[in-house]
């Protein structure tokens, strides 16, 4: 119970910090034609939602143990693709990629308070999997903010998956960085269900594993590997997850 106050506190503490932010960023989205301003003020927006994951984490009780930290590329845009497990798996992955993310979510996200606004906040994109023509549009605009530099986060499971294992990789999230050319982040995550979903949506000390794996390049992928590539990510983050050790 007290942890649970202790996070509805935090995500309180920045959207009340960060509301002025936003309301100025998105003004000056519509006023401003220099995109370099407007990239500053969502690292900006993105550095004060890197503090409220670690205050959600830290007030949770949740202990981060990742490896392959040195995976993490050091410059250029690129798409990490990771399985989803919990609404802790997005705030994890903030605490540990410093430059700024987008990510995309399903178009239920706008209905979820708080969340829905640090989500548009940080130039998220909502995606509708059953509206062919919206999920064209997401993915137009996926490769524009990966033009502009800014990385983004997919969870090709396509929801959150209730098993233990893996649910079977949409091979529609790979056109996005088949589209813009850009290098895949293989990212496995375990034991975020156990701060939330496992207790009856009550929140709980656990320690959270990540393993992130190589780079996985896109480009010159012949016609069957592009067709593969979801299958080959799948694989890959499989081992990821059996390659973990609990400490």
Partial sequence: MIRGLRVVWAMCWHFIITTFSRQKYRLDNKTIDNEETRGQYRAEIYKMTQELCRRMLKAAGTEVVATGIENLPKSGPVVYISNHKSLFDGPVLATLIDDPLVFIGKDEVKKIPIINSWFAGIGGIYIVREDIKQSLEAILKGVDEL??????????????????????????????PIKAKVPIVPIAIQNTPMVYEANGHKIKKAKVYVNIGKVIETTNLTKEETKHLHKQVEDCIRDLLSDITHT
């Fill in 147 to 176: 033009n502009k530099g800014y990385s983004i986060v997919i969870f090709p499971e396509g929801t959150r998956g209730k098993n233990i294992g893996l649910e079977p990789f949409k091979s529609g999230s790979f056109k996005l």
